[in-house]
Structure formats: C-alpha cells, structure tokens
C-alpha cells in the first residue's frame, strides 16, 4: 500500500481556470511535508515545506496547505509556464530514523 | 548559493558496460547525498544516501553501488549494467536537518 498518494495522475486546465491538487498520506510521526516542482527531463525544484496541521504557503498563483492526513496544492489562475509535475514527499519518523517518502507526482498541462 | 552539478545529462551504453555517474555540491560543508531513480509511472526510489565521507547507505539491493570519496563528491557506479538499470538518475542533497532536498539536474541512461 502506498504510503503517499497523489491525485490526480493528470490535470488538463484551461489557462485561468483555478483547481487544487492532493497528496494524501497514511504515515505516523509526520516531520515535514513537501512541495516539488519537476519540469520535463530536470531535476524537481523545491516549492514549499508545511510543517503541521493548518499551516499555509504561497508562492506567485501556488498555494500549499496541510491537514493531518493531506495536503492540497492550489493552483489559481494557472499559465501554461505552469505546466509540469508536481511532487509531493513526506518525511516522517519510521524504524529508529527519518524516512522520506515521495508520491507519483500530478501531471499538469495548462492549455492556453 | 548553493549548487548541484550532475553529470553527464544523457548516457547510451550496452549491457554488461560499466558506469560512474558523478555529482559534486558547492556552497555549502557536509552535506546529507542521494542518489535516486526516478522511473515513469513510478515516485522516485532512494538507491543510496550517505552523511559523511566514505559512509554509504544502501536502500535497495541491487547492480549498483556508491562512494563518497570526499565531502561535496557523490558517485554511483557499476561494474556490468543490466537492461533494467535504465532510468533517470538523479543526485540530492540536504543539509543535516533533512529539512528539503536540493536535486541535480538528472542522468538520463539508456541501456541497450
């Protein structure tokens, strides 16, 4: 079973057209939760860090929040500059250390 | 700032070939390293991660192996690579706190 699951796979917005994504986890004892943006053949480039339960971030039309058992990323008014995966990854105390877990990524096209 | 280098970008090579990816981080001293491999439809898996010279931790046993040879090198190697050994590679960072991870820019292998 998999301990982080993102949703959806694939989101197809047109531009301006607002929509949230979700990473859900079942994991215990969570550190940190975080956000990573991974355009086409790169490496993911780091968004946020939420911390705990109802804590918010935001970065230009993204904005990061944290719930005990998700977390959603809101996307608004959205830009095809936008389009790309998004990664979110848990990192939570497991077997005597930190372990960090990562979801499959939402895949984003933002059609103009 | 600190940097991530990784490299090389792409890499063809036939089965039972040998490999050496390399990844050097500037700007900052003793850093955690990773290696990971991200395949499609997968989340990124963890190969190895290391916290100091010479110490290596392995999370998936495997045809692959790495060494730290100083603070800011990290290199994973093999020594006969296998068709399911292709992937996109990439190396991380964090400092000691593991509070985000810094990623390069990707390896891309082929084998054939």
């Known amino acids: 079973e998999d301990q982080v699951t993102q949703s959806p796979e694939a989101l197809r917005l047109q531009e301006g057209e607002s929509s949230s994504l979700n990473c859900s986890y079942t994991v215990s004892g969570l550190r940190g939760l975080f956000w990573y943006r991974q355009d086409p053949g790169k490496g993911p480039e780091f968004l946020f860090t939420l911390y705990s339960a109802g804590e918010e971030k935001e970065k230009e039309r993204l904005k990061a929040t944290l719930t005990k058992k998700e977390s959603f990323l809101h996307i608004t008014a959205p830009k095809p500059e936008d389009s790309a995966t998004y990664l979110c990854?848990?990192?939570?105390?497991?077997?005597?250390?930190?372990?960090?877990?990562f979801g499959k990524g939402t895949k984003l096209s933002v059609i103009p | 700032s600190q940097t991530i280098h990784q490299w090389p970008a792409t890499l063809v090579q036939p089965v039972g070939s040998p490999l050496s990816l390399e990844c050097t981080v500037e700007?900052?001293?003793?850093?955690?390293l990773y290696w990971y491999r991200q395949a499609a439809g997968r989340g990124l898996q963890l190969l190895f991660y290391s916290v100091g010279i010479g110490q290596i931790s392995s999370e998936v046993p495997q045809n692959l192996s790495a060494s730290r040879p100083q603070d800011r090198q990290f290199i994973l190697s093999s020594k006969k690579l296998l068709l399911s050994d292709s992937g996109f590679y990439l190396c991380?960072?964090?400092?000691?706190?593991?509070?985000?991870?810094?990623f390069g820019s990707g390896t891309q292998l082929s084998v054939l």
């Open positions: 990854a848990v990192l939570y105390s497991g077997a005597g250390s930190y372990q960090l877990t």
């Open positions: 991380a960072w964090s400092t000691r706190r593991r509070e985000k991870l810094f």
């Open positions: 700007g900052t001293s003793n850093p955690n």
